[in-house]
């Protein structure tokens, strides 16, 4: 008899047969995608979002246990097309935000990863997540002397008719410092919160914005503000106006622009649907944000931002620096934080001809990663020292030879686990060579229970060694491990070609705080490198950082917000000085590092702009080439340390306007106090001078305008330059050593 139904069950494993072949074939061109969107387009399950640093937020803080799963919906992601490439996004379902050029950055449903990665008019997509904030933790506390205290700076060039735009985090729109010098001009002119919850009627991507002074000031501050102060610090270093203190920031009179991204710390405020939405590529959108309202106003923009994350082979970087690159150009100017890695041993090379280096390694933590890169084979091999000592050894020909490129190697004893997971992939800077992101797992603590060390074995193989994070150090179970350089530890996007990328210096040492104590940060003093600051090349050999600024011991503001909801909080110990307004109480804070620094850096480009508003990058570049100050003569400049060495305000003006090629004008700036008003040059000192001081006042083109001579024994002068014609003017001071210099006045 004719069996139907076996028939049936035959023809239908036929048809299943068939119908998997096209998918099959469909497999998603992951090689498309960055490390963060292969993740989400292979899951199909739950992920975790939250880093373990989450752990150690206070409890108020903590997310309920039920959000730390979701399923995300939709990523914010750098994509490249082709022709016709945006309409292909669209007809996934994508929005696309924004696009420059062949880079757009668009919202993409998670589902849509994979179809869109088989599209060839989709080139590649990039998503990273993972800012943090570059304040120095180990002098977040200490008060100091300012180095800015009293900067004085010529009253030609205050920012005026520029735009500071600042993206950070815990902004106090209230602040005192962010009026003009008498307060009575509010600068803030626009602000996105790209974390808040009131979304009702936003046009934006995320969050909301903005504008006005009474809007701003009922806003009060940025949401993450009653526990972050970051932005409020950095802001005022760039732009402050110091109101009534000696504390005021760089670009006084510039008008401000900011926007409240979200970093690590920000998570605790992020909807877990919406986790993936804030991204570098929301970053970008940010800077778009802050160069398209400067573009709105017709006024020249520089953007400060003092965060970062470290570096990689991947390529995770490339679309956003390609984005970068297409924002900035004449009169947009973006300036980063370089990081605070310098005293942390982050890098080592085992040259072809040596069999073999290595280190110790611990961290806080069950996890640690590294990286390590090289065109040939060798090996990787770990040692846990106990009263036996066992050893795990891993090939990279074992790791190539596995269908992903992917190997878990387990040391199993007793009491302890060893697992050592590799996975192999070209470089994105150069595919001749391979990188091996390895990841430690461990009972406990990294190196605590026991003492573990990493070693490159392979005479015939040049490999080099990254630190991701962790703690490299040397010991005496194994004296001959003892590699490793605190080099290439540079940030992104600080690390970017089209970013000024800053380090930053040190000067003081101390300072009294308001109770009487005595507070040390010792660093170093003069300008030298501050031992914080990362240090370059960056991952494919670039100098870096660009340009130095002071960066410990800087003091600026601090939210009121802040204070109320911690009113016992550490940081809080360490304030200069408190103050009233409008019925708030403020305060003036100390804090160090690369954060300090790029602001100061941002701010002192702002002035720059006010006397050539169309300045590009690379411009910025010539002019610190030509102008900055070197601490240290014996080296070449620029260098992996300094940059160009660290910035010169005035001289940097000088050469912009070609002041600097009037012989007679000095490119030292005076330390006497000239200003002009009411038809007056006004000139001080700090104490009587010791002989006559010749002023001299020359036009921008080098013509004696004006000369008159100061008495000894004066402490103060005017001057009538009523018959003066309206602009710029060089003002030379010739006497006494103490007073001897140069400034710009504005008539």
């Known amino acids: 008899m004719f069996d139907v139904g076996g028939l049936r069950f035959r023809l239908m494993i036929l048809l299943l047969c068939l119908l998997s072949i096209p998918v099959l074939a469909q497999r998603p061109q992951y090689g498309k995608m960055s490390p963060l969107l292969r993740q989400l387009a292979r899951s199909s399950s739950p992920i975790p979002y939250l880093p373990s640093s989450i752990l150690h937020l206070p409890s108020s803080l903590s997310p309920h246990p039920s959000s730390l799963f979701h399923r995300p919906s939709s990523v914010c992601a750098f994509v490249k097309v082709g022709d016709n490439g945006e309409e292909v996004l669209r007809e996934h379902g994508c929005k696309v935000l924004a ?12 589902r849509q990863l994979g179809a869109l990665s088989l599209d060839a008019r989709i080139l590649r997509m990039e998503a990273r997540q993972g800012n943090c904030l570059l304040t120095d933790q180990m002098a977040t506390h200490l008060n100091a002397l300012p180095v ?15 735009v500071v735009g600042v993206m950070d985090v815990g902004f106090d729109l209230t602040h005192p410092n962010f009026y003009s010098a008498d307060t009575t001009q509010y600068r803030i002119r626009k602000f996105w919160d790209m974390v808040t919850q009131d979304t009702v009627g936003s046009g934006l991507y995320v969050g909301r914005d903005y504008e006005g002074r009474e809007n701003l000031l009922a806003l009060g501050h940025s949401r993450d503000g009653l526990d972050m102060t970051h932005g409020t610090y950095t802001t005022g270093i760039a732009a402050g106006s110091g109101v009534g203190s000696p504390y005021r920031g760089m670009a006084p009179e510039a008008d401000l622009c900011l926007v409240a991204n979200a970093v690590t710390d920000d998570i605790v405020y992020i909807d877990s649907a919406d986790y993936y939405k804030y991204t570098f590529a929301t970053d970008a959108l940010g800077f778009k944000y802050l160069f398209d309202y400067a573009k709105s106003v017709g006024k020249p923009c520089v953007a400060s931002f003092s965060e970062g994350a470290s570096q990689d082979f991947r390529g995770y970087d490339q679309l956003y620096y390609e984005m970068l ?15 605070n890695n310098g005293a942390v041993k982050s890098w080592f090379r085992k040259p072809v001809g040596e069999v073999s280096a290595g280190t110790f390694i611990s961290k806080s933590g069950s996890d640690m990663m590294l990286t390590f890169k090289s065109s040939l084979d060798f090996q990787l091999r770990f040692v846990t020292y106990s009263h036996a000592n066992d050893t795990l050894l891993v090939r990279t020909s074992d790791v190539l030879s596995q269908e992903d490129s992917l190997l878990t190697a387990v040391l199993n004893l007793d009491d302890y686990q060893l697992s050592v997971t590799t996975e192999a992939y070209p470089s994105c800077y150069d595919a001749s060579e391979m990188c091996y992101d390895v990841t430690l797992r461990t009972t406990g603590d990294i190196g605590a229970r026991r003492p573990l060390s990493v070693e490159v074995v392979g005479r015939d193989a040049d490999v080099e060694f990254f630190r991701v994070n962790g703690n490299l150090y040397t010991s005496t179970l194994n004296p001959s491990l003892n590699a490793g350089e605190s080099v290439c530890c540079i940030h992104s996007p600080s690390s970017a070609p089209c970013v000024i990328s800053v380090g930053s210096t040190s000067y003081r040492d101390s300072i009294q705080n308001m109770r009487g104590e005595w507070k040390k940060y010792w660093l170093g003093n003069g300008g030298v490198w501050a031992p914080f600051s990362s240090v370059g090349p960056t991952f494919d050999g670039r100098i870096k950082p660009d340009v130095m600024a002071p960066g410990n011991n800087i003091i600026s503001s601090f939210s009121s917000f802040y204070m109320e909801a911690h ?67 014996s080296l070449s400049y620029p260098n992996n340390i300094y940059g160009y060495g660290e910035i010169d305000v005035y001289r940097g003006l000088l050469y912009i306007l070609g002041v600097d090629r009037i012989p007679e004008v000095a490119k030292r700036h005076t330390s006497a106090r000239i200003h002009y008003a009411d038809g007056q040059l006004h000139v001080s000192f700090e104490q009587p001078v010791s002989s006559s001081v010749q002023l001299n006042l020359y036009t921008m083109s080098g013509r004696l305008a004006h000369t008159a001579t100061i008495k000894a024994g004066q402490t103060s002068q005017s001057l009538s330059l009523g018959s003066l014609p309206a602009g710029i003017y060089a003002v030379q001071l010739d006497g006494p050593s103490s007073v001897k210099g140069s400034t710009l006045i504005r008539k």
Do not use: M
């Open 99 to 110: 696009r420059i050029g062949q880079v757009c950055i668009a919202d993409i449903p998670v």
């Open 148 to 162: 800015y205290a009293g900067e004085n700076l010529p009253q030609a060039f205050t920012g005026k008719g520029v």
């Open 325 to 339: 690159d297409s924002l900035v150009g004449p009169g947009r100017i973006l300036v980063a934080a370089a990081g």
């Open 567 to 633: 009113p016992d909080a550490s940081d809080l110990t360490w304030d200069l000085d408190r103050y009233e307004f409008n019925g708030r109480s403020y305060a003036w804070v100390s804090s160090s590092g690369t954060s300090a620094s790029c602001p100061a850096v941002a701010g002192a480009i702002a002035l720059w702009l006010q006397a050539k508003p169309d300045l590009t990058p690379q411009e910025v570049k010539d002019v610190l080439s030509r102008t900055c100050r070197h601490y240290d003569e």
